[in-house]
T-cell receptor
Framework: AQTVTQSQPEMSVQEAETVTLSCTYD???????LFWYKQPPSRQMILVIR??????QNATENRFSVNFQKAAKSFSLKISDSQLGDAAMYFC???????????????FGDGTTLTVKP | ETGVTQTPRHLVMGMTNKKSLKCEQH?????MYWYKQSAKKPLELMFV???????ENNSVPSRFSPECPNSSHLFLHLHTLQPEDSALYLC?????????????FGPGTRLTVT
């Protein structure tokens, strides 16, 4: 079974600065997908960024980028130029690429609550 | 309406009540999910439906009964719940159940069992 670990329950960052949220996972599979989701207070969870395990290039989406280290099973999220609207709980998630036995299964980490200080 | 909607947003029920949670997606997706989010545990996958067929039941107690009449609607029928079932219940959808597709989440139903 896959596991996802987010070792930082809470993080804080000064507005306009950079913060990195950590995520490690454990799997015996070679093909999978990794996601970061953002859940603002009392608002819907939305996708921040995704990474295909077969791609060596790290995914980027505007101010959000990942550092994907497949051998180390690490998938950290870097938020540059932090804004007040980035304050939320961030979840790291793993999804298997298998079509049959693990189809639809997602494994989420416990989440990291990010506070942005003005 | 757009995206994934859930009703009701808040629900308080006694342990002997029967209630249902409703989820509707307006994205043309073929997979739908129920998750439980509580303070003490990470997001727990409960059920997966892919093209209206249940493909995953993550050892969920029988007091939770899902129903997926079509690809756009998903229900969670609740009966004789326990106080520990109090949580935020999230519905999600994706293009289909393959892992490459991101999930789109609803706002959740905050359930309190008294």
């Amino acid at each position: 079974a896959q596991t996802v670990t987010q070792s930082q329950p809470e993080m804080s960052v000064q507005e306009a600065e950079t913060v990195t949220l950590s995520c490690t996972y454990d799997t015996s599979e070679s093909d999978y997908y990794l996601f970061w989701y953002k859940q603002p207070p009392s608002r819907q969870m939305i996708l921040v960024i995704r990474q295909e395990a077969y791609k060596q290039q790290n995914a980027t989406e505007n101010r959000f980028s990942v550092n994907f280290q497949k051998a180390a099973k690490s998938f950290s999220l870097k938020i540059s130029d932090s804004q007040l609207g980035d304050a939320a709980m961030y979840f790291c998630a793993y999804r298997s690429a298998r079509v049959n036995t693990n189809a639809g299964k997602s494994t989420f980490g416990d989440g990291t609550t990010l506070t942005v200080k003005p | 309406e757009t995206g994934v909607t859930q009703t009701p947003r808040h629900l308080v029920m006694g342990m002997t009540n029967k209630k249902s949670l409703k989820c509707e997606q307006h994205l043309g997706h073929n997979a739908m999910y129920w998750y439980k989010q509580s303070a003490k545990k990470p997001l727990e996958l409960m059920f997966v439906y892919n093209f209206k067929e249940q493909t995953e039941n993550n050892s969920v107690p029988s007091r939770f009964s899902p129903e997926c009449p079509n690809s756009s609607h998903l229900f969670l029928h609740l009966h004789t719940l326990q106080p520990e079932d109090s949580a935020l219940y999230l519905c999600a959808s994706s293009q289909d159940a393959r892992g490459s597709y991101e999930q789109y989440f609803g706002p959740g139903t905050r359930l309190t069992v008294t």
